[in-house]
């Protein structure tokens, strides 16, 4: 159930479809996961195998 202030459930459904299959929701993870790495002072590209 999504707050009363938002659009209904199928119009943020429909967005939601749809930025997944342009791949953004992959590249809003992708720049989180390496500002979160960069603050942490992470290697960005380092791998756990």
């Given at each position: 159930m999504l707050p009363h202030d938002l659009?209904?459930?199928t119009t943020v459904y429909g967005?939601?479809?749809?930025?997944?299959?342009?791949g953004i929701w992959q590249k809003i993870h992708d720049q989180v996961r390496h500002q979160l790495r960069q603050d942490l002072g992470l290697d960005e590209h380092s791998t756990v195998a």
């Open positions: 659009p209904p459930y967005y939601f479809q749809k930025w997944q299959r342009k």
